[in-house]
């Protein structure tokens, strides 16, 4: 997801450079695309303050950062930090110490960091950290106790980790990563107690790092897969103090371990599927104190396991399609102290499922579509006391869906449009939900569901595709 991520960043800026200050080229549009309202795309829902920042797509202006406290009168761009057609490209936003952080390209910088708290005067850029016009591509914002920790590149030591409180004078860099090209930048950025865990690319291939926030204490943490080949080290999830990931030691295959930022205490956890295939466990989440992950042992298929970091701690938690068929478990997400996800019986189609760890306790929560088609939930997000989601209804497209994990309290959020696209983004927007979803004519827009149930677009209605 970093690299692709990445590679957007670069394509941008190298738009960007091939644009130079040239006159908008002639285009045609139609009235209601010049509407100071129609913008489409949005992306990086956030609150901050009392409005909602996001990021969205105007003809007139490019993509640039927006506010909307739910009003007409109320929604307007922030600050067009690019003046013109083409836009600045606001990517990668986190929230920190209540401002919204992200990368962007005011067209003189490149793409540098840069920070909002929802007002004109209030955005402004953090650092320059590349000087001219390529920037450093600051990417992987990830908070990290009281500072921002992120990747870039400031044209002399290729891509690697940097720090920031959230001014210049604060922002430095913390790896010296050899070899760190865009191919090997740090990635996967996991605060897990007081140290930052992350995976990077050098001399070892592709393995696991720590950083205590001194450039002296980031280093390599163990040659996993000893050699120049990867360990292809997996998604790093915080277990207290410690990690659990999975990694490829080149004899083992894809099984789960842990780390607690020593050589020692790498351990592989345990060897679910015996020999060079690997379990492969994947979807990794902690839910309080337990991991939940989908893995293949070689005989109950694709399945739903449970971990506690230790070889005795781990197991399958219920054959959900029994025998060697896959249940596929997937699009994890954590409510009210239990992991719901989607997964399908053999019976059910894809549906939506909960589990509280035992096997008595992982059932079906309301069969949305009967039948061997399944309704398919995807994007779980938790907001507040219900869970939000996309799934089908038996007809074209998908729908926004909520459950408050209960069958009774499943219910469809229709918006009055025609689905031609998922609903996601799910966003809680003071005591309502901000979500993204289709218009009927092609275009990504921003919806808001009120506390009534009332679903209404925020924005100029369009009744064409915006291209």
Known sequence: MTQRFLAGLLLAAASAASAGTGDE?????????RDALAFVAPAGLAMVGDRLLFTAFHALRGQELW?????????????D?????????????????GAQYFAADDGRSGVELWRSDGTAAGTTQVADLRAGADGALPHALTVWGDRLVFVADDGVHGHQLWTTRGDAASTRRLSTIAGAGSRSAPRQLTPAGRRLFFTATDAAGEELWVSDGTPGGTRRVRDIRRGPESARIGPLVAHGDQVLFSADDGVHGAELWRSDGTAAGTVLVADLRPGPAGARPEHLIAVGGTLFF?????????ELWRSDGTARGTRLVRDI??????????????????????????????????SDGTPEGT????????????????????VGDRLWFTAGDGGPGTWAWSSDGSAAGTRIERHPAEPDGIAWRFTAWHDGIAFVAGDGHGNERLWRRAPDGSIALVGTPLAHRLR
């Open 25 to 33: 080229p002639p285009r045609e549009l139609l009235d209601e695309q």
């Open 363 to 382: 059932t079906l929560v309301r069969d949305l579509v009967p039948g061997a088609a399944g309704g398919s939930p995807a994007q779980l997000t938790r």
């Open 67 to 79: 506010a909307s406290d739910g009003t007409p009168e109320g929604t307007a761009i922030v600050a």
């Open 294 to 302: 989908a893995a293949h042992d070689g005989r109950h298929g694709i």
């Open 321 to 354: 399609h029994a025998g060697a068929a896959n249940a596929l478990p997937s699009h994890f997400a954590e409510l009210s102290g239990r992991l719901y996800f989607a997964a399908t019986d053999g019976v059910h189609g894809v549906e939506l499922w909960r």
């Open 81 to 97: 930090l690019r003046p013109g057609f083409r836009g600045s490209f606001p990517s990668g936003q986190v929230l920190y110490r």
